[in-house]
């Protein structure tokens, strides 16, 4: 059976250079998806020039009707997947004049609320040794955070329900002029928790996974660095080929490894969260 993977946001930057390094070291279809079709067809049209030959979907994490129109499509033409990349982000820079409560909506309907989802909706369809990962940040870091927040998001007994009330009672807070007497006070507010939430979720996926033995479903959360991308810009220390680096050791790993496992890395280390 032909494997397949598929990499949400995969137009440019890091999703851009995952793709072409899957396409490169993956033995099956890749699928680059993205939000706008045209630029996503303008992608794969790049990367063909380069040697490779990814396939294109139009998918918006943000919309249940597109993520079960892509989920439709792997049925029909593939009857599984074997690799999902979440990389699909939006940031908002430290001196964009968006009001927080809309910089709030959208950064966690992508982010958080569109990688869960879509790992949701598509989890049916993972093959055994299936591999997950969710592109995180540095700036997930729990220290911003209040000690109570802390323990909830490193507890082993969260469950998915638990950390998706989390971060809808966030949103709302943010909504209610709250979120700071709620101890959501700190710089990049609404990216920050959203890679919170990401790299909480893969913690407590792979806790679901492992409940099935036999599976072995992984799932990992990584920080791909400071790279030069529209995100990170021009003064960043990496090249997308670096920032990728860690995303595809973490697609490919082999069957039945025993670590990573509900981790967060950065240049293939662990890190605590």
Known sequence: MCQQTKVTGGNKGIGLAIVKGLCKQFNGTVYLTARDASRGQEAVKELNEQGCQPR???????????????????????????????????????????????????????????????????????????????????????SKATPERRQ????????????????????????????????????LLAYRVSKMGVTALSMVLQRQFDATPGADVVVNAVCPGWVKTDM??????????????????????????????GKFLRDKEILSF
């Open 56 to 142: 294109f979907h139009q998918l918006d994490v943000s919309s249940l009707d597109s993520i079960h129109r892509f989920k439709q499509h792997l049925e029909q033409e593939h009857q599984g997947l074997d690799v999902l990349v979440n990389n699909a982000g939006v940031m908002y820079g430290r001196s964009n004049p968006t009001p927080l409560v809309e910089q709030v909506d959208v950064t966690m309907g992508i982010n958080f609320f569109g990688t869960a989802n879509l790992t949701k909706v598509l989890k049916p369809l993972l093959r055994p040794h299936a591999r997950i990962v969710n592109v995180s940040s540095g700036l997930c870091d729990l």
């Open 152 to 187: 909830t998001f490193r507890s082993e007994q969260l469950t998915e329900e638990e950390l998706v009330q989390m971060m809808e009672q966030f949103v709302s807070d943010v909504k209610s002029g709250v979120h700071e007497e709620k101890g959501w006070e700190m710089e």
């Open 232 to 261: 990170g810009g021009a003064s960043a220390g990496r090249s997308v080929e670096k920032g990728a680096e860690t995303p595809l050791y973490l697609a490919l790993l082999p069957p039945n490894v025993s670590s990573p496992r």
